[in-house]
């Protein structure tokens, strides 16, 4: 047996639990009509099959009608529920994991106009910022409704097959009953701390009764709220002791924090840049004072920062969530001793940010998680073996790359710049987002293992790509930036690149104009606002950044509040003159002909890229395919036809920013649906 203390097995009350690694609660928002059926099964079967010992399924099941998920969580209040969830309980089981789910009632951290457009109801009528519906004080008799609903939901997901429940209680309507803050109730229900507690004790009462002891309970809270007046470490501390008391909790799993606001919520779910692993010892405390196995997660990315919880008995159980979306893999890996092997995590957030903006949860640099079903996480190898071409070693064409190796072909890539990496190389110059260039090492480690050749320092013609005599091209060139974008004066702007890159010394009196919404514009922002510059970021969107959604906005923020930093939305950059020593703006808006001038000394235009394609289009006549790409083999899964000319000696394809200006996950997972199937 391995010594290693993860792979030890771990006895919570009658559950063997395999190793010490879990994948705690969360919603990915993979349900369908409130449903866990077969994508939600896959994603979590997958993860089963590599060995995790125990999987957390859906972050805040809803147990209410009046708790209406605001991110496609799994309805638990229906009956309906029960034989998707034993489908995806059978199949997790069958591999030896454990699966357990996430119950709450949000209270008022939803809206009225979701669902059923039922009132939102907490202990207040206190709004949360983050989902800005106003609750409706709760009532006795809502609060007793409440209570029946979570013992109805826990019997049906004992009836579904899972090992146990988590109970939700930070952020949601138990710790808003809880916390000082956000409990304004008379009564048996508000005031001293017994009388907070009084619902959540009744809910596990009721629960307890329904499902029995031989079935786990669990609760996930917040210790420590860290907002003025709320709950601090000693009443947390005093909160566990209670829930220990009851003798019907099962484990703890700690939480530090608050979640009413992106920047309170970026703090209990730190981003690239912030620090690993910031509540691991406080969570180690709560182990230590109260004795009840403990859980955590919070930015635990890497093996070696699990690995030392463990060991050093600060958890019981480690969770290593975000980290199994970038690689499920990882215990499977551990127990082979390939370590190096695991996809890193770069904390880039993707996956939680997209959730918050109603779209489903995706790996911004493992294009198979989420899309279990149509995309593998191990590549096949391929029947036949192929010279693969590719041009550019960016993420698309860095995936390309460890792709194709993967499936057994003979692999050049050709990269003009001395290293690779492309854009994200660029974005990892800025010192907080320097975890993305794991992207590029990862693959990198990856292509040399299997003999990838690469050709840096070398601008690739359509000469040097014939003589390779490839059976497949693939030309990912990105893009370069695209500054022409004003009625005159293009000429007298530079871009977010030129910022970023250094090549560019930051002005004075600076206008960041922002027409795409992404990264760029706030990282030049920033490097600006840092050397003491007077710095306005424009858009002429209704909100600025919009791509860069609300965790990885938080650190732009607490950057630029601070310093002389000017925030203008709705106002569009016209065109520039020259005045003097200084530059006009010429500012407009799409709203009204309102006109006005304003002078820098410097103007910053990040307005996306063009595609650098003419190394495609010079090769397309040559080409089997004449470059055309079939929409419906690349979205089902099948090799692309190559029958549209008869004379042409490869296939070509291109990917990416080549193609048009997206993201990072954009580019690799055109790479991965591509050449998966060369």
Not at 291 to 312: M, N, Q, S, W, Y
């Amino acid at each position: 047996m391995s010594k290693d203390p993860l792979l030890q097995p771990y006895k919570l009350k009658h559950l063997t639990l395999k190793n010490r690694i879990m994948i705690t609660s969360h919603e990915p928002a993979y349900p369908e009509d409130g449903m866990p059926k077969d994508r939600y099964r896959a994603y979590h079967e997958v993860r089963a099959r590599a060995g995790v010992a125990l999987t957390m399924t859906a972050g805040s099941a809803a147990v209410s009608r009046n708790s209406p998920p605001v991110f496609n969580n799994i309805l638990a209040y229906k009956d309906e529920v029960v034989p998707w969830i034993r489908r995806l309980t059978d199949a997790c089981h069958d591999h030896g994991c454990a699966v357990m789910i996430q119950l709450t009632h949000l209270g008022r951290r939803t809206h009225w106009n979701k669902g059923d457009w039922l009132p939102a109801v907490s202990s207040s009528h206190q709004r949360e910022a983050a989902h800005r519906a106003f609750p409706k004080k709760v009532e006795d008799w809502d609060i007793a409704r409440i209570i029946e609903d979570y013992a109805d939901a826990a019997e049906r997901m004992k009836a579904g097959g899972m090992d146990g429940i988590e109970l939700q209680a930070y952020g949601h309507l138990m710790d808003q009953f809880w916390s000082p803050v956000t409990n304004t109730l008379d009564g048996p229900y508000g005031g001293s701390l017994e009388n907070r507690m009084r619902f959540s004790l009744e809910v596990i009462d009721a629960v307890r009764r329904r499902v029995g002891d031989d079935f786990i309970v669990g609760v996930r809270f917040t210790a420590d709220e860290d907002l003025e007046g709320g709950i601090a470490p000693e009443e947390g501390l005093e909160i566990a002791q209670r829930l220990k008391a009851t003798d019907q909790i099962d484990f703890l799993n700690v939480i530090r924090g608050h979640i009413d606001t992106d920047p309170g919520l970026t703090d209990v779910i730190p981003v690239q840049g912030m620090r690993n692993a910031p509540h691991l010892d406080f969570a180690g405390k709560i182990r230590r004072d109260i004795g009840l196995p403990t859980f955590h997660a919070a930015k635990i990315p890497d093996v070696a920062t699990a690995r030392h919880a463990i060991a050093e008995g600060l958890l019981d159980m480690v969770g290593m969530t975000r980290a199994h979306m970038a690689d499920p893999m990882i215990v499977r890996k551990i127990a082979e001793k390939r370590e190096g092997d695991i996809r890193p995590c770069v904390g880039a957030t993707y996956c939680l940010d997209r959730i918050y903006q109603a779209g489903d949860a995706l790996c911004i640099h493992n294009a198979a998680t989420g899309r279990e079903l149509t995309m593998p996480h191990e590549i096949p190898a391929a029947d036949i073996k192929k010279k693969v071409v590719i041009v550019g070693a960016g993420p698309a064409g860095m995936e390309a790359a460890r792709v194709a190796a993967e499936r057994g072909h003979d692999v050049c890539v050709f990269e003009a710049a001395p290293d690779a990496g492309g854009q994200v190389r660029l974005t990892a110059q800025s010192e907080r987002r320097r975890e993305m260039i794991s992207i590029i090492d990862w693959r990198m480690q990856q292509c040399m293992v299997r003999g990838v050749r690469f050709r840096f320092n070398t601008f690739a013609e359509a000469e040097d790509i014939k003589q390779e005599n490839p059976d497949v091209v693939i030309v990912a060139t990105g893009g370069l930036p695209h500054t022409e974008v004003l009625s005159e004066g293009n000429d007298l702007v530079i871009s977010s690149w030129d910022i970023i890159a250094s090549d560019v010394k930051p002005g004075r009196r600076v206008l960041v104009y922002d027409d795409a919404g992404d990264h760029a514009a706030l990282q030049a922002a920033e490097i600006i606002a840092k050397s003491g510059a007077h710095v306005e970021i424009m858009t002429p969107d209704r909100s600025f950044a919009p791509d860069v959604m609300a965790m990885n906005l938080v650190p732009y923020m607490r950057a630029l509040q601070d310093r002389d930093v000017r925030f203008t939305v709705t106002y569009r950059l016209k065109a520039v003159r020259r005045s003097g020593n200084m530059l006009t703006a010429v500012i407009g808006t799409d709203y009204s002909a309102h006109c006005e001038e304003r002078d820098f000394d410097q103007i910053v235009v990040n307005h996306g890229t063009i595609p650098m394609d003419d190394l495609y289009f010079e090769l397309k006549p040559f080409s089997r395919n004449l470059g055309s790409v079939s929409q419906d083999a690349l979205i089902f899964g099948r090799p692309q036809p190559l029958d549209a000319n008869p004379e042409g000696t490869f296939a070509l394809f291109r990917i990416g920013d080549a193609v048009s200006a997206r993201n990072t996950h954009a580019a690799i997972y055109d790479a991965l649906r591509l050449v998966k199937d060369v």
